[in-house]
């Protein structure tokens, strides 16, 4: 009985081989990429008819990994997890339950001597079986695959990058492959704005990628802008190696920033004459193909194009506004004003008709403000001479006030008075000159006090000149 057994353990890869049915599978992806000197994670999992009482009967399983070929005698085990034993391999480790059916497994430190087929094989006590049906290609390569960029809208990926009204929000996506999860690689934008939100997500085929996503508010600058994603990757000898992705180019749908209207010839013109307005705008996305040009405070519409010539008549003076029309918005320019020459010149004469007819009647007013006290000085200037050299002058006496004579009833009183010649102004040079030659007399009249009676007057009485000179 034990011969029998034996030989049944002998025989049984060949004939194992026969025992996997349409109840037997295994799941792998068709293609994996590696990055040499990193791992690479092959999910798997698989099916057996009877598995659970298999799995009781026999109490353990092991899970087995041939390379190039399905036969166990005659290719290389890589992985036997009977006896946890590793070929050509620095190390494998199943990470699945294989109690559970899952086989996922990583092969680490990689390299190209590694790209080759390879097949999974389960072993229990009474059931042993290679899935030769199904297989994974390993390829092996100094460099990675390149990330993938595409526009996101709600999370879905579209193949190609649609156009983008300036202000929406835009979501770019970058998908890189993970093939080693325990070193994820890192993704980095070439647009520096906008926030960026990363995770690992896990494909259909069991293998996992890194999802970056990079969220702004679209603008006239993006307009054109190249983007594109980098991922960088970790060797186990901490060595980096980096993919960039294809470019895509941004396209921003914007209307036009600056609108202005302008005239020629510019200034009034004579009524009659042509006159051509031209609209011109700052640059949009799609150019701007409409104009429509506006007349007066009511922005009444009196022509499209971006030009527009007419004559110009009285009636037609005023503001002028053109619109520039955009599937993204318009935009009104500022006015122009339209005047007629011979209004326009009627109006400056008469004003400054009024401007120089208002500074001659103050010029003439000055002037004879100059005349008058021109024609008065003199007189002011003799009346204070009279005032300085004469002795009786009195600073107290009333203008025109004569001075009282002596009565005859009293004796005339001899009356002194001082004369303060420096507190005098002096004359013109010219007067002075002449003055200097003359004698100037100041009368005095003093009557002596005596015991004469009133009546006594005539030679009595003395005249006393006093002379100056100065």
Not at 186 to 209: A, C, F, M, Y
Not at 401 to 407: C, G, I, L, M, V
């Amino acid at each position: 009985m034990i011969f029998l057994k034996t030989l049944f353990l002998l025989n049984l890869p060949s004939l194992g081989v026969g025992e996997i049915g349409p109840s037997h599978s295994v799941s792998l992806p068709g293609n994996l990429q590696a990055l040499g000197g990193s791992c690479v994670l092959i999910p798997c999992t698989f099916n057996i008819s009877g598995f659970e009482s298999k799995l009781n009967t026999s109490g353990s399983i092991y899970g087995l990994w041939l390379k190039g070929g399905y036969s166990f005698n005659n290719d290389p085990v890589v992985f036997n997890g009977t006896n946890n034993t590793t070929m050509l391999f620095e190390r494998i480790e199943i990470l699945g339950n294989l109690r559970l059916k899952n086989c996922t497994t990583v092969f680490y430190n990689v390299n190209q001597n590694h790209t080759d087929k390879y097949f999974f094989r389960t072993e229990m006590k009474d059931f042993r079986a290679t899935f030769i049906e199904t297989s994974f290609q390993l390829t092996v390569a100094d460099a990675v695959a390149s990330p993938n960029v595409s526009k996101v809208s709600e999370m879905l990926e579209v193949s190609e990058m649609s156009e983008v009204s300036e202000g929406s929000s835009v979501n770019l996506s970058c998908t890189a492959a993970v093939p080693c999860p325990s070193q994820p690689p890192t993704i980095t934008w070439s647009l520096p704005t906008g926030n960026v939100h990363t995770q690992i997500r896990d494909e259909e085929d069991g293998t996992k990628s890194l999802l970056s996503c990079l969220t702004f508010t679209a603008s006239r600058s993006h307009h054109g802008r190249e983007i594109s994603c980098m991922a960088s990757y970790l060797r186990q000898n901490q060595s980096t190696v980096a993919a960039n992705s294809t470019v895509q180019i941004l396209r921003v749908l914007f209307s036009p920033e600056d609108v202005a209207a302008s005239v020629s010839p510019s200034g009034p013109v004579p009524e009659g004459s042509s006159v051509t307005l031209t609209c011109n705008s700052s640059e949009a996305n799609p150019p701007v193909q409409n104009y429509t040009w506006l007349r007066g405070e009511q922005h009444t519409p009196i022509g499209s194009g971006q030009t527009l010539t007419f004559n110009l008549s009285s009636s037609e003076e005023g503001l002028y506004y053109c619109r520039a029309e955009h599937p993204q918005g318009g935009k009104k320019s500022a006015a122009v004003t339209l005047t007629i020459k011979g209004l326009d010149q009627m109006e400056s004469v008469l004003i400054i008709g009024a401007a120089g007819g208002s500074l001659a009647v103050l010029l003439l007013a000055v002037l004879i403000i100059c005349v008058i006290r021109w024609n008065k000085s003199p007189i002011t200037q003799e009346q204070n001479s009279e005032c300085e050299t004469s002795a009786t002058c009195d600073e107290n006496r009333p203008a025109g006030a004569n001075r009282p004579e002596p009565s005859e009833e009293q004796p005339e009183e001899i009356h002194y008075g001082e004369i303060v010649f420096s507190s005098m102004k002096l004359r013109d040079t010219s007067e002075k000159t002449e003055q200097e030659q003359e004698t100037e007399y100041a009368e005095v009249n003093q009557s002596g006090r005596d015991t004469q009676t009133s009546d006594q007057t005539g030679p009595d009485n003395e005249e006393l000149y006093a002379q100056v000179r100065k």
